[in-house]
């Protein structure tokens, strides 16, 4: 009796978990076009240049790309400061920002492009393309 007891509640903190788990919040992979997020935004540049992204991409500040924490590797984003409402489309190739309150870390030109680069961050929202 006991162990079907102990079963019991190993099954619902089992399942208990799981539900919590697929409650947190992050990106909705399988949603494009449907996730946004608002944060701050960052960049970095020629301190990187040449070498390699956690994708296994060589770093370039002269193109479009950024790094999210969890957003899959080559996913298209529209990032957009709203402050100017300026906007800039990047390809996700690495992980970051790993400085608490940040969402997405530029590259410099992409951070050039919404006229942030001075400041050095940003209030941004992102949308996932594709």
Known sequence: MKSTHYLIKIVFVTLALGILTGCAHGPRRSFSGQYQQVGIASWYG???????????????????TAAHRTLPFQTQVRVQNLKNHKEVKVKINDRGPFVSGRIIDLSQEA????????????????????
Do not use: C, W, Y
Request: charged share 40%; net charge positive; proline share 5%.
């Open 46 to 64: 020629e301190e990187h240049a040449g070498k390699p992204t956690a994708s296994g991409e060589i770093f370039d500040p002269n193109k479009l």
């Open 111 to 130: 951070a050039r492009q919404i006229d942030m680069e001075r400041d050095g961050i940003a209030k941004v929202k992102i949308k996932v393309l594709r």
